[in-house]
């Protein structure tokens, strides 16, 4: 198991995770690939003191790409795991 304080990644910050944030109050963060929906709800709201409301978890697939530089190949980007986190109407994370 995975202490809480590493479960956490990073934020991510995309268009449509700004717009998430603002409009419907969830947050969204990149997760270790060993997490589940109870062990990110526990460590969201150890370290930010929010009462989270849902947890939605899914696995983004490795994307491929061509690289330029070795003419053309294609390699992977990685894939990761994400966490899209609800929390209780006003309540807020600070992730500046």
């Known amino acids: 198991m995975v202490h ?11 268009e ?3 717009i998430a944030t603002s409009n419907l109050n969830q947050y969204t963060f990149k997760v270790v690939p060993g997490a589940n929906r109870v062990a990110v709800k526990a460590a969201i709201e150890k370290q930010f003191g929010v009462t989270v409301r849902s947890v939605n978890i899914l696995n983004v697939k490795p994307k491929a790409k061509r690289d330029r530089m070795r003419r053309g190949n294609v390699g992977r ?20």
């Not at 809480?4 to 995309?14: A, F, K, M, R």
């Not at 966490?83 to 309540?91: E, L, N, T």
């Open 4 to 14: 809480p304080d590493q479960i956490i990644v990073q934020h991510v910050v995309t």
């Open 77 to 96: 980007k990685a894939g990761y795991k994400k966490a899209i986190v609800r929390v209780k109407q006003g309540d807020t994370i600070d992730l500046v």
């Open 16 to 18: 449509k995770a700004t």
